[in-house]
């Protein structure tokens, strides 16, 4: 894979949850888990099942810092 982000989080697939049109695809990250809405078409094009590797890819133009 060839890609210009370098936000990209390496995980297993954990779960994959499919709605009308959306899917949930939930990536364990270290102990984290990295939940993704992608469309189902995606899911079925990449051929995402549970336990497969996968990338999560973040894209973001701003990222914030909050404290209480």
Do not use: C, F, Q
Request: charged share 25%; hydrophobic share 45%; proline share 0%.
């Amino acid at each position: 894979m060839k890609i210009s982000a370098r936000n990209r989080l390496k995980g297993k697939i954990v779960e994959v949850v499919k709605g009308a049109t959306t899917a949930h695809v939930r990536i364990d990250i270290g102990g984290s888990i990295v939940t993704s809405s992608i469309t189902n078409e995606a899911v079925d094009e990449l051929g995402l099942k549970v336990g497969d590797t996968a990338y999560a890819v973040v894209k973001a133009s701003d990222v914030m810092v909050a404290i209480d």
